[in-house]
């Protein structure tokens, strides 16, 4: 099974929840949030009220990616306010083995990032852990950008580990992905999908970008 998840970067905010509404009715049940501390990444987004405010108006799977410096300071924030999946980057993590179970342990899931820069391999001693590996397919910080060529390469080796290590776990893709790239990153292994321009700045809406998307999967 293959998986949109709309990324509300890209969203008119002045409509967040309008936004939202459409891309649940025209069938996706995940949303990802990205969260930028302008330190890991140099750019600043929303934090955990944001999620506080969508968690009432739907029910969809909500992920949230931490592009940030110190996930563990923020973690607890996402959880409380109905985060279903908290994603932290390997690079800025010694050992994520203890903020992973400590996500657990408060009740939801758990995922890593690693940028277009950092090898697949140092997700081998996580994947036991993990419930998504996330193979970026841009320079993470801004949406908008060009679907790196040299992703499907990389998503072909973590779909590899991912069979070795735990197959369960889910390979999610982010960054330039839309109706031109979603097939090399599928055919690549990967079977989340992360799309912002993609489905919030289609030329023909929301709903139209969705139901184009799901026609190609
Ligand atoms: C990049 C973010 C992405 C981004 C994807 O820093 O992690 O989630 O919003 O946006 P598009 O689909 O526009 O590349
Ligand atoms: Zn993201």
């Known amino acids: 099974m293959i998986y949109l998840s709309p990324s509300i970067l890209a969203a008119d905010f002045s409509k967040l929840g309008a936004q939202v509404a459409e891309a649940e009715s025209a069938g996706v049940t995940r949303l990802h949030v990205d969260v930028m501390d302008g330190h890991f990444v140099p750019n600043l987004s929303m934090g955990a009220v944001v999620v506080e405010g969508l968690r009432p108006i739907t029910k969809l799977f909500i992920e949230v990616h931490l592009m940030v410096e110190e996930p563990a300071k923020f973690t607890p924030a996402f959880i409380d306010k109905g985060a279903d999946l908290v994603i932290v980057h390997q690079e800025v993590l010694e050992d994520a083995r203890p903020l992973l179970s400590d996500i657990k342990k408060r009740g939801i899931k758990t995922g890593m990032a690693i940028n277009p820069n950092t090898p697949v391999e140092t997700l081998v001693p996580y994947l036991p852990l993990l419930d998504l590996a996330l193979c970026m397919t841009v320079f993470p910080g801004f949406g908008g950008q060009a679907f790196l060529p040299y992703s499907p390469e990389r998503i072909g080796k973590l779909r590899q580990l991912i069979e070795e290590h735990n197959p ?50």
């Open 168 to 217: 369960q776990c889910d390979l999610e893709v982010d960054g330039g992905i839309d109706a031109n790239t979603v097939g090399l990153a599928t055919r690549a292994g990967a079977n989340v999908l992360v799309i912002g321009t993609g489905i919030f700045r289609h030329p023909r809406g929301i709903g139209a970008a969705v139901r184009e998307l799901h026609d190609l999967l």
